[in-house]
């Protein structure tokens, strides 16, 4: 079913090229195969792998905890957290945006370690007036570093449905993915001297919070408490990773998880197809290219494919 949901994405003609050459590779060179899509989350109750952090009273429980409603109004938003901290996986959420006027608001859904030169990997979910489109941005920090922020708009409504965001971390890279469409990959770099997220465990996060003063069109528009309360609903609360202490630096199982080996050390063609997709067709804001804040570029970006 994922692969057909990808391939449907593809213009008819590219499609048929690539089944035909599918197709002459699979007589050719029975052993090539393609990199492996993550696994199917497995839906779960929050209680299982969350807790609150903050404003229990916004968290609203539907249907056994298999739902969840964080609400945001002029006194305070709210979030929660992983009950573990983990190191390196493939952890997931589906997410229905907060409809209708949501300027100012921001949805969050992050890991992210708990010292001073923390790493973090973040999808963060900008609210718009009504009738605009909702912008993702993503960041990676690294030793306390970001500063590394792309942002695209989605290719339909998230305030419509559910729809899958997770984040595939292992030792090599670290791809962003929505509704399994890569949008975002940021690979190890430290040969560059580019540091990257591997020693520290990270707990996962989200939140629904006001970020009026930077999140819609650089703070230029507010929120509009009249239409408070704002709500954003989750399901699916799956975690799959190498739970560690967070004084822990390494994993004890490294190698021997799904997501450890090597059909998910890079992107196959098809998946780089798809980010290409993504950013001729999405992309508005990507550091790799703005020279603004960076003379020269990043060493990660051409590793990454950024340009």
Request: charged share 20%.
């Amino acid at each position: 079913m994922r692969a057909y949901h990808l391939l449907s994405l593809l213009p008819s003609a590219e499609m048929a090229t690539f089944l035909i050459v599918l197709c002459l590779s699979s007589l050719l060179f029975p052993s090539v195969i393609l990199a492996a899509p993550p696994r199917t989350p497995i839906d779960v109750a929050f209680q299982k792998n969350y807790v609150p952090t903050w404003a229990y009273d916004h968290i609203k429980y539907l249907n056994g905890g298999s739902e969840v409603h964080l609400v945001l109004d002029k006194y305070t938003g709210t979030g929660f957290q992983s009950k573990g901290s983990y190191l390196f996986g493939h952890f997931s959420m589906r997410i229905k945006m907060v409809p209708g006027d949501s300027a100012g608001t921001v949805t969050a859904f992050y890991l992210s370690s708990q010292n001073s030169e923390h790493d973090e990997i973040d999808f963060e979910f900008l609210g718009n007036r009504s009738n605009q489109p909702y912008i993702v941005q993503t960041n990676v920090f690294t030793g306390g570093k970001g500063n590394r922020e792309q942002r695209i708009y989605l290719w339909f409504d998230p305030t419509k449905d559910y729809h899958s965001y997770s984040v595939l971390w292992n030792m090599y890279q670290i791809v962003f993915f929505v509704d399994d469409v890569p949008i975002r990959i940021f690979k190890n770099s430290k040969d560059l001297g580019v540091r990257f997220p591997f020693n520290q465990p990270m707990k996962i996060y989200s939140s629904l919070w006001n970020a009026d003063d930077w999140a819609t069109r650089g703070g230029l528009e507010k929120t509009d408490w009249s239409k408070a309360p704002f709500v954003a609903q989750y399901k699916g609360f799956h975690i799959d990773g190498c739970e560690a202490s967070v004084n822990e630096k390494f994993c004890a199982t490294q190698g021997k998880r799904w997501w450890d080996q090597k059909e998910f050390q890079d992107l196959d063609g098809l998946q780089y197809r798809r980010l290409s997709w993504v950013r001729s067709k999405y992309t508005i804001y990507n550091y790799c290219t703005d020279k603004s804040r960076y003379a020269a570029m990043p060493p990660e970006c051409r590793r990454d494919r950024d340009v």
